[in-house]
Every structure is written in C-alpha cells, then in structure tokens.
C-alpha cells in the first residue's frame, strides 16, 4: 500500500509565500520522477513543477523564478516552495508519484492540499 500526503496548504495573501510538503510511504522501493500539479475550479489540472531523483528540474512557465521544486530522497518527500504569490494561483494543488513498489511501477497521486490567494 503506497500513499501520498500533502500538507501546507491555506489561506495567504498575495505576494507572500507558502511552501507545500508531499510524504510518500508504504512499500517503496525506489522514486522516479515527482511532481506537483494544481486545479483551478473550472479549469483542467495543469503541471507546475516535476523534479527527477537526480534533482534535474522543470517549470511551468507561469511560475519560473517565484517556484521551486525540491526533494529529500532519504525522507521520500517532495516540496514546492512557492512565492510572489498570486490570486489566480489559487487551486488545490496535488503531487504525483512515478515509483516502483514491488516490482510494479505505477504512477500515485495525492489527495490535494487547497491553496487560496486573497487578501
């Protein structure tokens, strides 16, 4: 059984910063790629950021230089550091996780954390 959490979400006013946490657990045997995505009410789910198990890194190009993706492998988590937000950012925002569990290698998702731009 493998699960993905995230946490961090809220309220925040926009310009300021919020930093998203994903734990991965279960039967893990290795990570690949990781990534968080958002949903906007009424919109279709979009990347925002992917990062390999070697730390290579890609970004929407509507949040390059305010994002970063990052990852701790010893810990299994992925964070997204997000600033300079804005109102339209506001989403539920959900990891993903390519990974092999057993000798199974499938793609997980997490429950999704809400984040609400507003002053």
């Known amino acids: 059984q493998v699960q993905l959490v995230e946490s961090g979400g809220g309220l925040v006013q926009p310009g300021r910063s919020l930093r998203l946490s994903c734990a991965a657990s279960?039967?893990?045997?290795?990570?690949?790629?990781m990534r968080w995505y958002r949903q906007a009410p009424g919109k279709e789910r979009e990347l925002v950021a992917r990062?390999?198990?070697?730390?290579?890194?890609n970004y929407a190009d509507s949040v390059k230089g305010r994002f970063t993706i990052s990852r701790d492998n010893a810990k299994n988590t992925v964070y997204l550091q997000m600033d300079s937000l804005k109102p339209e950012e506001t989403a539920v925002y959900y990891c993903n996780a390519d990974l092999y569990h057993g000798l199974r290698r499938d793609y997980f998702w997490g429950q999704g954390t809400q984040v609400t731009v507003s002053s």
């Open positions: 990062i390999t198990s070697g730390g290579s890194t």
């Open positions: 279960g039967s893990i045997f290795s990570i690949n790629a």
